[in-house]
């Protein structure tokens, strides 16, 4: 533990935190090094925080207090996600209440078909909130996943060309969509005492409620085939249409390919070359 710096942030970050919280003690630091936000677990007294924040160039911040000012609060009434506190868009940070608990990812509940459950559960209540047909969704998404092949990458040119195919193919369709977490998997999952917990909703936006499906799918689903019938048990209905899904997996993974390789994570990046190698072979 030690002191509240106010060099861990910028100037007016660290202001608006003194402002509101005092001279909080810094429990932890709770960033990931491959991205420039700032995650600190904080406290005032016997209360706890978490304090987020990033460079205007940062967006993530941005989706966040979004998704926290109009969407999360039936999954803060069931106690699954902290409450927002406070936040201040012009400076590119918020505080939330701080939600204890242990990263399910790496650990034996990443594998546990009821925690997989429960995920599809808290998912189902987060997508039930104002759905809406969208004329547009499936075109801006094929556009983004060739934006994301226009950037630099390691992609094979073959396999390259291959996903490009299936983009141009693709005749785009009115979709319904939802609010979504957009990277629902087990590193966002906390658990304690059996309950599960969401953090990071950096990355929300309006999409179809498949696409939240999209990184378990590829992941632990395909290391323990019975988690996906939990997580349906949980969630209650499989919104996945045959051919969209396909298109799903197929722009999940060139966005993983490319992404990962910006940032420098090998692994993720790897994970992403054989996610689009699998999502072209199902064409």
């Known amino acids: 533990m030690t002191s509240w710096d106010l060099e861990l942030l910028d100037r007016r970050q660290s202001e608006y935190v003194a402002r509101l919280l005092g001279a909080p003690v810094v429990i932890e630091d709770l960033s990931w090094e491959l991205v420039d936000t700032k995650v600190l677990h904080v406290r005032v007294g016997d209360r706890d925080f978490v304090v987020k924040a990033a460079p205007l160039t940062n967006h993530h911040i941005g989706r966040e207090i979004t998704a926290h000012e109009t969407y999360t609060e039936p999954l803060v009434r069931l106690a699954r996600t902290g409450q927002l506190v406070a936040a201040d868009r012009a400076a590119n940070i918020l505080i939330s209440r701080y939600q204890p608990g242990t990263l399910v990812e790496g650990t034996s509940h990443e594998f546990a078909l009821d925690v997989h459950e429960q995920a599809g559960s808290v998912l189902r209540a987060f997508h039930d909130q104002h759905p809406r047909l969208d004329d547009e969704y499936e075109i801006r998404a094929t556009e983004r996943a060739n934006a994301w092949l226009d950037r630099k990458h390691r992609i094979a040119p073959a396999v390259e060309a291959e996903a490009r195919l299936v983009l141009s193919a693709y005749r785009p369709a009115s979709i319904v969509v939802v609010p979504t977490h957009g990277d629902w998997q087990p590193r966002n999952w906390l658990i304690e005492q059996e309950w599960v917990r969401i953090i990071d909703f950096g990355r929300f936006d309006f999409r179809p409620p498949a696409t939240d499906f999209c990184r378990l799918a590829t992941q632990q689903w395909m290391e323990v085939p019975k988690l996906e019938a939990a997580f349906l048990n949980g969630y209650g209905a ?33 994970q992403g070359h054989r996610m689009l190698e699998e999502a072209i072979s199902r064409f």
Do not use: K
């Open 238 to 270: 499989d919104p996945r249409d045959d051919h969209v899904w396909l298109m799903d997996l197929l722009r999940e993974a060139i966005g993983t390919a490319v992404w990962a390789f910006l940032v420098g994570d090998v692994e993720f990046e790897t």
